[in-house]
Nanobody, 123 residues
Framework: QVQLVESGGGLVQAGGSLRLSCAASGRTFSNYAMGWFRQAPGKEREFVAVVSWLRSTYYGDSVKGRFTVSRDNAKNTVYLQMNSLSPDDTAVYYC?????????????????WGQGTEVTVSS
């Protein structure tokens, strides 16, 4: 079992930045690809970013160039640095851990999920 707890969400103005954190506990964190997803009200869950256990990364098209995903295996934590935020980024952000693929981009490819942290971007 892996437990994931997100933090760092909040209210920010358009153009601003936030850094989300996801702290993991349980099984060996470094063995897992760590992904971020988001879900806006009335919309489907959307892939945001993923970082592999080797620290390679992949981003969704809507966040490419604005968001950066990273991990600190010594702290069992993955981060999502979000810059140039717009109201379209408003959503609940979830982190997830997956062990079967190097850079999983689909929800079913992940084994564990956090409870989510809410991000609201005002215009």
């Amino acid at each position: 079992q892996v437990q994931l707890v997100e933090s760092g969400g909040g209210l920010v103005q358009a153009g601003g930045s936030l850094r989300l954190s996801c702290a993991a506990s349980g099984r060996t964190f470094s063995n897992y690809a760590m992904g971020w997803f988001r879900q806006a009200p009335g919309k489907e869950r959307e892939f945001v970013a993923v970082v592999s256990w080797l620290r390679s990364t992949y981003y969704g098209d809507s966040v490419k160039g604005r968001f950066t995903v990273s991990r600190d295996n010594a702290k069992n934590t993955v981060y999502l640095q979000m810059n140039s935020l717009s109201p379209d980024d408003t959503a609940v952000y979830y982190c997830a851990a997956g062990s079967r693929l190097t850079l999983p981009r689909r929800g079913p490819d992940y084994d564990y999920w956090g409870q989510g942290t809410e991000v609201t971007v005002s215009s």
